[in-house]
Antibody, heavy 117, light 108 residues
Framework: QVHLVQSGAEVTKPGSSVKVSCKASGGTFSSYPVSWVRQAPGQGLEWMGKIIPVRGILDYAEKFQGRLTVTADKSTDTVYMVLSSLTSEDTAVYYC??????????WGQGTLVTVSS | EIVLTQSPGTLSLPPGERATLSCRASPTISRIYLAWYQQKPGQAPCLLVYDTSNRATGIPDRFSASGSGTDFTLTISRLEPEDSATYYCQQYGSSPRTFGQGTKVEVK
């Protein structure tokens, strides 16, 4: 059973960046894509982008182009998401998900990012 | 970008009843690339259905789904209290992948 473990909650200031990690255990990212999805408080789900770690292929939603960077460390089976130029509207729970045929088969537990001055 | 509109916003039904959730796409979704996820409060979403009608591993057969083109449906045939959750549809046939706004199901 694949288990995705994300890094802990973050509190950060407007204009700064945040980095969230997602590590696979009980399985591997290998050739599977890993997506990032966020959920603002009381709101729905929003897909941000994905990476295919073994090939380094990236696909970002246009909304996040220029602010989102997703990378992978194949040696530790860890994927990282960096979101920059943060505003209060980026306050959300950020989830990683391992994809299979482009749907999100396994999800991390979520990381709360709070942007506040 | 494909927009998914879910209805109703909230569905409140007693245990044992049948729930029918709708997801409408605009424009049409190519092929069968639609999934449904269940999310309970304070938890991560979990995959219910993929490729329009295939139940994910471990999902009970009271959950079924169908559809094509622009109209998709998730049916819960006999509601149980643990089915109380918000349900999201998602298309993954084109980028960006998009989600519907969710349907909240209350079983009481």
């Amino acid at each position: 059973q694949v288990h995705l473990v994300q890094s802990g909650a973050e509190v950060t200031k407007p204009g700064s960046s945040v980095k969230v990690s997602c590590k696979a255990s009980g399985g591997t990212f290998s050739s599977y894509p890993v997506s990032w999805v966020r959920q603002a408080p009381g709101q729905g789900l929003e897909w941000m982008g994905k990476i295919i770690p073994v090939r380094g292929i990236l696909d970002y939603a246009e909304k996040f182009q220029g602010r989102l960077t997703v990378t992978a460390d194949k040696s530790t089976d860890t994927v990282y998401m960096v979101l920059s130029s943060l505003t209060s509207e980026d306050t959300a729970v950020y989830y990683c998900a391992r994809d299979y045929n482009s749907y999100h088969e396994y999800w991390g537990q979520g990381t709360l990012v709070t942007v506040s001055s | 970008e494909i927009v998914l509109t879910q209805s109703p916003g909230t569905l409140s039904l007693p245990p044992g009843e049948r729930a029918t959730l709708s997801c409408r796409a605009s424009p049409t979704i190519s092929r069968i690339y639609l999934a449904w996820y269940q999310q309970k409060p304070g938890q991560a979403p979990c995959l219910l259905v993929y490729d329009t009608s295939n139940r994910a591993t471990g999902i009970p057969d009271r959950f079924s789904a169908s559809g094509s083109g622009t109209d998709f449906t998730l049916t819960i045939s006999r509601l149980e209290p643990e089915d109380s959750a918000t349900y999201y549809c998602q298309q993954y046939g084109s980028s960006p992948r998009t989600f519907g706004q969710g349907t909240k199901v209350e079983v009481k």
